[in-house]
């Protein structure tokens, strides 16, 4: 029996001596009492015209006082977005961070926008300037740029990226997405795509364009060479990729072809059973069960101080033919093992508490129903958090005291507590169901607000765009 499962089955039995009932209960005791304790509501943007997306992002400022997002579209996506957007949770002003004045519906292109925890500056994915219909923003034609508050539409490119070999160490070849800061602001992490290998893969036919993960270290800047296309850019951090991927891993072994959906874990690391602190990144790993279909796990790689030195794999920058390979010291893990169960795989980003003692993500239950389950960054067995009728929705997010998860789950906001209680004494639906559901949660700082996104209709086209919202939590 799967780990997850062998858990919903002994918890059941702990919990409450009818088992099976207890999701019927759990929902008969909600439907009966939350509907009078939904928490306070506002509605901080009112522009129907246009989407106001928090993308699932680190979107408070440090104050707690701003929420940034994007201007994406449903038709261009982040390509289509113009604007770097932000809106005071008090007085409901909007102000400009980033504009593009002449960006087309290929780009470039400004999205998918955090906050640092430490300063008011924010990071987001920005299309390459030499875009066109024919060559169009791209997984692999992309980079983070970092605007201060202080300095809105003064762009710093973040990571370097350099498509003319010889490649150079600290920058890389493509093009990173969802970056997200670590709690000192001295990383960035990021999902990657590598232009390079993309480039193989067209020629060859041959599957070469992996989905991985990068970091980078505010360490000094990367000097690139300018090339004729516009490809090549410096920037003012130190990147790597940490994560090793392979077109073709060997069935029943921990090899992944595809790494995504990552988080930093804790604020600043994780302790070890040494007691030291780890900088680390968990993520779901696309592995090959036995019989070679795809499920996916959570991974953690562990992420050295120093990523300047190469490690056995091969160069940082890579070669024509190979992905930029992770530092000396980079270490990467498997911790879930559901591919010989009933419904394996796990699903969502996985997040951290800000401790680091636990990691979240969703997996299916042994009758099939999507749950929120924690799991440490050592490894262990995954304790499965929520026991729904239907479907957790996703979008869930750590309270800052580490002790509670708010999620989606039936077009409600839901807070849920990590404990030994019953389940129907754990839960709080925050909002009314509604359709669409909320999403894109985000905690404040403070803890005491869940900004989120809802989607309205424009009376006159009937169009819908997401407009940001704010649930005041005055007790947990």
Known sequence: MNTFHAFFANRCTKWHPLGAMLVLLTNLTMTSCNSTQYAKESQLTNDLSYHHDLDNNDNFSPDDQWLVYDTRTDEGGIAASAKIEKVNIQTREKKVLYALPTNSAWGPGAGAVSYAHTEPSVVFIHGLMNVTAENPYQQWRR????????????????????????????????GTHRHEWSGNGQWIGYTYNDAILKALEDKTQQKHNLRTIGVSKQI?????????????VSGEWFSAVVVRVTPNPKAGSDEISHAASDSWIGLNGYIKPDGSRQIARAFLGKVKDKKGNDVDEVFVVDIPNDITQPGEW????????????????????????????????????????GDGKFLALLAKDTNGIQQLYTLSPLGGTPAQVTFHSSNVEGYFRWHPDGEHLCYVWNGSIVLVKIGSETFDKRIRILTPPTSPSPSNLVWSHDGKKIAFNRGLKKPESGKENKQVFLLNIDKL
């Open 143 to 174: 980079t983070g740029v970092i605007i201060k508050d202080e300095a809105p539409n003064k762009p710093i490119f973040m990571d370097a990226r350099d498509e003319t070999p010889p490649f150079t160490a600290g920058a890389l070849r493509g």
């Open 314 to 353: 091969g160069p940082l920058e890579g070669t024509d033919t190979t992905m930029p390979m992770p530092p000396k010291g980079t270490s990467q893990r498997r911790l879930t093992h559901t591919a010989d169960a009933a419904f394996p795989g796990c699903t969502g980003i996985v997040r951290s508490s």
């Open 220 to 232: 000094g800047p990367v000097k690139v060479g300018t090339d004729a296309s516009g490809n090549n």
